[in-house]
């Protein structure tokens, strides 16, 4: 059964670091693409970043680019997004998800249909 475990998360100030993690169960990811994503409540869920199965173009929104950091281990199957110089802005749940790599941008041409159960994020002086 394919799942996403993750973990981290948790409040920090403004201008600290946390990492996040993701790890795959079920599949490997040379087969799937896999994306960070962020939501507030009351907000449409944001796409924060995303890698493709194949290691094409990385994805960041605009507003985390410089500060945030996407990387997996393919061996251990863990995905890491790596938030430094945080703002109260990134305030958010954020998830990990999974979708198999068609080709194209993991941004906009893969399907998301795998999803981790979140992880909170607090920034907060």
């Known amino acids: 059964q394919l799942q996403l475990v993750q973990s981290g998360g948790g409040l920090v100030q403004p201008g600290g670091s946390l990492r996040l993690s993701c790890k795959a169960a079920g599949f490997t990811l040379e087969a799937y693409g896999i994306s960070w994503f962020r939501q507030i409540p009351g907000k449409e869920r944001e796409m924060v970043s995303c890698?493709?199965?194949?290691?094409?173009?990385?994805y960041y929104t605009d507003s985390v680019k410089g500060r945030f950091t996407i990387s997996k281990d393919k061996v251990e199957k863990v995905i890491y997004l790596q938030m430094d110089n945080l703002k109260p802005d990134d305030t958010a749940m954020y998830y990990c998800?999974?979708?198999?790599?068609?080709?194209?941008?993991?941004?906009?041409?893969?399907?998301?249909?795998?999803w981790g159960r979140g992880a909170q994020v607090t920034v907060n002086s």
């Open positions: 890698l493709t199965n194949d290691d094409g173009p990385i």
């Open positions: 998800a999974a979708a198999l790599g068609v080709g194209g941008s993991c941004a906009t041409h893969y399907d998301y249909i795998y």
